[in-house]
């Protein structure tokens, strides 16, 4: 079992940033010795949950068109954590933020508690 641990949410206002991170614990060599994928989806109220962004290395990277441009998406494995960058931030990013690690790029196969992101017009 992995188990992911968010953190780094909060309440900002339109044009801020943040920066959450995930650390994963538990049976984590899988994660990083075969190289799985790690991610962040997010959940707005009454939306189906979306994916934000994933990463697999340092140039294996990819993003939704809607924070392409503003988020950025990293990992260090070293610390088994995985991070996102958000600026420029709109109240349409107002959601709770999963993160995920998986085999694939959409196989997600853990996920964590969540942390919720609160954007103020």
């Known amino acids: 079992q992995v188990q992911l641990v968010e953190s780094g949410g909060g309440l900002v206002q339109a044009g801020g940033s943040l920066r959450l991170s995930c650390t994963a614990s538990?049976?984590?060599?899988?994660?990083?010795?075969?190289?799985?994928?790690l991610g962040w989806y997010r959940q707005a109220p009454g939306k189906q949950r979306e994916l934000v962004a994933t990463?697999?290395?340092?140039?294996?990277?990819n993003y939704t068109d809607s924070v392409k441009g503003r988020f950025t998406i990293s990992r260090d494995n070293a610390k088994s954590a995985v991070y996102l960058q958000m600026n420029s931030l709109k109240p349409e990013d107002t959601a709770i933020y999963y993160c995920?690690?998986?085999?694939?790029?959409?196989?997600?196969?853990?996920w964590g508690q969540g942390t919720q992101v609160t954007v103020s017009s």
């Open positions: 538990g049976r984590i060599s899988s994660i990083n010795v075969m190289g799985w994928y």
């Open positions: 995920t690690a998986g085999p694939g790029r959409l196989a997600v196969r853990y």
């Open positions: 990463i697999l290395s340092g140039t294996s990277v």
